[in-house]
Nanobody, 124 residues
């Protein structure tokens, strides 16, 4: 059973950076598409970025040019580098793994597996 654990969240000032990690156990990530999702208080969970098993990356418009997703299959980990953060980026960030080869559609789907989330708070 694949288990995902996010880390790297925290409190940062506007304009700052954070790098989130999504580490897997119980299985290898190399055959999964991985997505990063976020949920702010009172809002629905939204897809932010995803990376296919072949390394193709996708981003929603609000983070394009600021966030970078990458994967290190040797470490069984996917990263989300977040730069130029704004208070609107504050949310609980979750990673999800999906075996369906969804590509960009993963951003709009419920993945097969979820992590427990990590809080990101950006102060103005």
């Amino acid at each position: 059973q694949l288990q995902l654990v996010e880390s790297g969240g925290g409190l940062v000032q506007a304009g700052g950076s954070l790098r989130l990690s999504c580490s897997a156990s119980g299985s290898t990530l190399d055959s999964y598409d991985i997505g990063w999702f976020r949920q702010a208080p009172g809002k629905e969970r939204e897809g932010v970025s995803s990376i296919s098993a072949d390394g193709t990356a996708y981003y929603v418009g609000s983070v394009k040019g600021r966030f970078t997703i990458s994967r290190d299959n040797a470490k069984n980990t996917v990263y989300l580098q977040m730069n130029s953060l704004t208070p609107e980026d504050s949310a609980v960030y979750y990673c999800g793994a999906d075996a369906r080869k969804s590509g960009v559609l993963l951003l709009f789907r419920i993945p097969d597996y979820w992590g427990q989330g990590t809080q990101v708070t950006v102060s103005s």
